[in-house]
C-alpha cells in the first residue's frame, strides 16, 4: 500500500477551529495505529476541495499536516509517518461547485464528473507525494 488518501473538512462548519483540529489530529493518528502493522508506513494525502465549505479549511488543514510531521520524530529518529497536503485548484473548485455546471449530485456532494475533475487537479501533486513519474 502507497497512500491513504483523504478528502477532509469538506462538510465540516467549524474547520477554522480547534475542535476540527484536534479531531483531524485525532483521525491521522488512528490512520497510524491502523496501518501501523504494514512492513513500510503508506504515506498520507489530505486533500482539501471538498465541497459546501470548498477552501475554507486548508489553512488549518495544512497546519496539522505541519504539526504532525514535526512530532514524528523521536531524539531524531523517523517513525516514518509522513503526511502531505495537495489541493485542488480554486478556479476548478468555482467551476465543479456552481450547481448550473452539472458537477453535483446529492445534496450538493460532488458527483461523479465533479470527482473527475477533483482527480485530474491533485493527480500530478500526489504523484509528487508518491515519488511517482508524471
Known amino acids: 500500500m502507497d497512500a ?28 497510524v495505529a491502523r496501518y501501523s502493522p504494514l512492513p513500510r508506513p503508506p504515506k498520507i494525502i489530505s486533500v482539501c476541495g471538498g465541497s459546501i465549505n470548498g477552501l475554507d479549511p486548508c489553512e488549518n488543514i495544512q497546519a496539522v499536516t505541519a504539526a504532525f510531521n514535526s512530532g514524528r520524530s523521536a531524539d531524531g529518529d523517523s517513525d516514518g509517518w509522513v503526511a502531505s497536503y495537495v489541493t485542488i485548484d480554486e478556479a476548478d473548485w468555482k467551476n465543479i461547485n456552481n450547481k448550473w455546471n452539472g458537477f453535483l449530485g446529492c445534496d450538493e456532494h460532488y458527483a461523479e464528473s465533479g470527482h473527475e475533475v477533483l482527480m485530474k487537479d491533485i493527480e ?3 504523484r509528487d507525494v508518491l515519488g511517482w513519474q508524471r
Open 124 to 126: 500530478g501533486q500526489v
Open 4 to 31: 491513504v488518501i483523504v478528502l477532509i473538512g469538506p462538510n465540516d462548519s467549524s474547520s477554522k477551529t480547534r475542535k476540527f483540529d484536534a479531531a483531524y489530529t485525532s483521525l491521522l493518528n488512528l490512520i
